[in-house]
T-cell receptor, first 117, second 114 residues
């Protein structure tokens, strides 16, 4: 079990540029999540995949954000035309996805810290 | 509208003593609660959870208590150790197909002094 891996760990970009983050979940996990954490706040849900299907998107995810999970393995989160308000820690998590009821235990990666100048 | 509230931004305790972290929630649909611990530059790691059908769950030094009528839960760490120093997040989820979506509080920074 190598854990959830995220790349890059840090990204500094200028306003208006596009950025892309990658997440590699735990291999046997079929659910993958993106959360965002801003300073002084807890993580906030952005979106969720069951295998390759994106099943829910938060209202926090504007049209400038797009997430994919081709072949149900790794996932990418792209932000187009970045704004200073996008500066945050972007966390990826994965889970087994077998708990139809009960607690779904999420395993988080170390995150990508985005700074938009 | 903060549905999960951790009203204490920080807590400092002496090694060996009890740490009590509190969490309140407003959404009565929440029926599973989790605590996550986060060290700097790392992602949150799962610590302990509790279902709303229980009022207590224990795992080693960690115990979570749930008072459903008060919409309040607490995490007890006994005895506290310096390695417990971290940010602790309370999180909640609701059934009905959304058990994957966690709503987090803002976190409480616990410092355990040697």
């Amino acid at each position: 079990d190598t854990g959830v891996s995220q790349d890059p760990r840090h990204k500094i970009t200028k306003r208006g540029q596009n950025v892309t983050f990658r997440c590699d979940p735990i291999s046997e996990h079929n659910r993958l999540y993106w959360y965002r954490q801003t300073l002084g706040q807890g993580p906030e849900f952005l979106t969720y995949f069951q295998n390759e299907a994106q099943l829910e998107k938060s209202r926090l995810l504007s049209d400038r954000f797009s997430a994919e999970r081709p072949k149900g393995s790794f996932s990418t989160l792209e932000i187009q035309r970045t704004e200073q308000g996008d500066s945050a820690m972007y966390l990826c998590a994965s889970s087994l996805g077998r708990a139809r009821l009960g607690i779904e235990k999420l395993f988080f990666g170390s995150g990508t810290q985005l700074s938009v100048l | 509208d903060q549905q999960v509230k951790q009203n204490s931004p920080s807590l400092s305790v002496q090694e060996g003593r009890i740490s009590i972290l509190n969490c309140d929630y407003t959404n009565s649909m929440f029926d599973y609660f989790l605590w996550y611990k986060k060290y700097p530059a790392e992602g949150p790691t799962f610590l302990i959870s509790i279902s709303s059908i229980k009022d207590k769950n224990e795992d080693g030094r960690f115990t979570v208590f749930l008072n459903k009528s008060a919409k309040h839960l607490s995490l007890h760490i006994v005895p506290s150790q310096p390695g417990d120093s971290a940010v602790y997040f309370c999180a909640a989820s609701a059934q009905g197909g959304s058990n994957y979506k966690l709503t987090f509080g803002k976190g409480t920074l616990l410092t355990v002094n040697p």
